[in-house]
């Protein structure tokens, strides 16, 4: 029986939904489409009728990852998204992952389209800061708003790498610290 419209559309979002999560959780490297479609609910072999290839899910799931977490911030303030970001909570969080910080190297050698989808969703978050930077001149608050979410990614990164709790929590509490004083 063939499935309409619709219902092809909400399975492929149910399998954007599901690449998101699995790459968040495992990397892309080590995620395969079984696992993926597994988590969806569905079988290996229907993947080609919504993709194409990985590289296009990866691609389409890194644009709804970034998205959402853009979305998540809402009108809050600068210190707000700070203190979230930047935080033991997001780091520990391993189900809802900012493909940045749970990404970042692999992104790095993903394929174009990835890639794009990676950097859309980066100039995106700085424009989120800039916004939140009201009394700087424009030029100043664009610097300073790359400048903030370099930090904020890198101190999460760093701090899921680093195998001394105490040097984890001193990577983002001092990196918060550094953000919200200037």
Do not use: W
């Not at 699995?22 to 490297?29: D, S």
């Not at 194409?52 to 970034?66: D, H, P, T, W, Y």
């Not at 978050?125 to 424009?138: G, T, V």
């Amino acid at each position: 029986m063939r499935k309409s419209r619709d219902e092809a559309a909400e399975t492929r979002e149910r399998i954007i939904d599901s690449a998101a999560h699995e790459f968040g959780q495992h990397g892309i490297a080590e995620t395969g489409l079984a696992d993926v479609m597994a988590a969806a609910g569905l079988t290996h072999g229907g993947f080609y009728k919504h993709f194409n290839s990985k590289g296009q899910l990866v691609a389409e799931a890194i644009e709804k990852s970034m998205d959402s977490q853009r979305r998540a911030q809402g009108d809050a303030a600068l210190q707000t998204i700070v203190k979230r970001y930047v935080s033991s909570t997001h780091r520990d969080n391993t189900e809802e992952v900012c493909p940045l910080a749970a990404l970042g190297s692999e992104l790095y050698r993903a394929d174009e389209g990835t890639r794009d989808a990676a950097s859309r969703g980066i100039v995106r978050l700085i424009s989120l800061i800039e916004s939140r930077l009201p009394r700087l001149s424009p030029k100043e608050a664009k610097s300073r708003a790359r400048a903030i979410v370099a930090a904020m990614v890198g101190s999460v990164v760093l701090s899921r790498v680093v195998t001394d709790p105490k040097l984890s929590d001193s990577l983002l509490r001092d990196t918060r610290e550094f953000i919200l004083q200037t």
